[in-house]
């Protein structure tokens, strides 16, 4: 090819780029273009945006559950025996906890929730208790549970002054004032509606309906608030059919009314809206950002932005 | 020019084309169905060989339709078998941590513990990427796969309790006749557990239909079940098998009887003379060891108010049940040599408080041998 050929093609793509923008900008085209790229189409499904991955040194490991109390995220950082807490950006800015049976310490840290006042909740399944922090991690005591009815607490929520938790060996939900007075008590082994094997998380929506991930049925059960059944989620149309559900574990409602659900096996989650129809699937198994290995906890702040614990890959991830 | 312009255009057309149609193959040349989820492996509880067999399977995994594409992703299909590549401990350990309720593998229980956070601790280290020839006692055990829980288990279902594998190195079953060594055809069962429904469990083993036992075991059931288990356990550590101065293979080779190496009889059908007897099989540690008498620190710090016979202090139990051999704890089920004196009690010494004396003349802790 003669060089001047080349000046000329090359001249030519130039001036084609700056013609292309300017159209863009002269025809205020930005509108029409940028959404495939940037905005979020508030009914589609949420998008990765960052992980918490802990400090290098110390990563997280096998995060099992997550809340935002205030500004910060806290994690049940399980295998670590403690609680490891990041601010907005991701940065970890301290943690609390280590192992043992004694105050302030933790065996299978799991649940996690906050009170208004910015107290951390934190559920120890093997230590039988839930311990109460104050926002920078110094132990403040136990959650008096009045009846000593708590044997493995799992999935723990705090929601309007009342703390939900779930019982897994005991196979019971159990809503107790922040007093520990219990005012509900949902379930026992079983298969049928209203009972639970191994049920690993709770939430609650704006109708104080109250979803409980029952693991080991593979399905969510949905509850008003006086504990009556009302219906189960499990994959399939209408919740009547075989679960598709492998392993559930966290639950969360967003502003909308939508649930989502973690399925651990499939490493994935699962949004259905309001009337239970399949909406999308996020993540699914593997380690690049968007992916998900095994995850477990699931929490959604009011801003709709989603919290997910990624077990294989050592790290929160936030879909928003 | 014009000419090689259109024919450029075409190939990159036909290159684009065939990465699309690459992208939907691969999602779509294996659909994942409920009998299909992947090349070659059809629904069906699967043997060692990924043979169907008529075993009930692990839990209801496979009542389901996605369950075998859960741990092999149909996905990620570089490898069809290949699902968990790093994680398999990870992903037994999703629900054997506690969070099922039951089979809880880092308490203690029947096959002892995984935890690795007390005193005294050993175990099978299923999360450190240790060679399965690493094992002691290993002469003819060459294999260079890695130790893990599917090393033991197959997690799809078998002939024998506990999900234990019919083979364990190899294709070739690990059981054989004691007397004939006529290899006991795969689909047999030989390990056969002395199993009991665990009664923290009632409320589930109550269940009507459900199908699902929780239950709980102190080792081999019946005579030819204790020398099947050494044979398992024997699969890896084949030199540890063998009447107290025969069958060793590593004595095989040696002319001089005073290079071969000797040890207690673990072979026969007798009280104390398989692995059970006197290792658990996942790990210990001292919560899970025993003193000659069958006590746990459990049962020596049940406080006197309680029913307790001695109401001592954690740190008092652990300082006189932890474990001071040299080569660690072994996953014994006694501590330190306390097996050993459970059954020599009466013959090495004739000082013997008689309270440890049950009626049979014996030493008490001895009744719990397996």
Redesign the interface.
Known sequence: MKKRTVYILMSSIVALSVAFFAAIYFFNLESTIKPIVAKVDPSGPPIFTNALYGEFNAPLNKPMDVTKIGEFVYVSDTNNKQVQVFDQSGTSVFKFGKEGTKEGEFKFPYGIAGDKDGNVYVADLYNANISIFDSKGKFLKYFNDKEKLLKSPGGLRIVDKKLYVTDIKANKLFVFNLSGEKLLEIGGAGMEEGKFIAPNAVAVDNDDHIYVTDSGNNRVQVFDKSGKFIKIINGSKDGKGDPTFLNPRGVAVDSKGNVFVVNNLAHNIYAFDKNGKELYELGGMGTENDKLYLPNGLFIDDRDTLFVTDTINQRVSVFY | MSKLRIGLSTVFMLMLLSIFSAVAFAEDGVPPTSTNPAPGIHVGDVDNFGNQSTHRTHG??Q?????C???H?T??GEDEMLLMKD?EY??CM??H??????YDVTKGSGAGTFDD?HLSSSMHNVDSDLLVKQAPGAVKNTSTDILECSSCHNPHGSANDRLLKETVIGTTPFAYNPTTFVSVPVGTKTINLALTEDP??T??NT?T??G?KITKSIGPKDTLDKQYYSQFCSACHDDYYGKRSSGRPSNATKTDTHDYLFSHTTNSTSQGRNCAACHYAHGTDVTTLTDALGQKVADLTKPVADGGKYGWTEEKAEAYMKDVSVKGSSLKKYTNMAICFACHATSISNQIDPKYIGPDGRFIGRGLIR
């Open positions: 209801n995994f009542n389901n339709t996605n369950s594409a859960n741990c992703s996905h990620n994680g990870e992903l999703s629900c941590d506690g969070t099922m309720g039951f956070s923290d469990y409320a589930i269940l239909g459900g699902l």
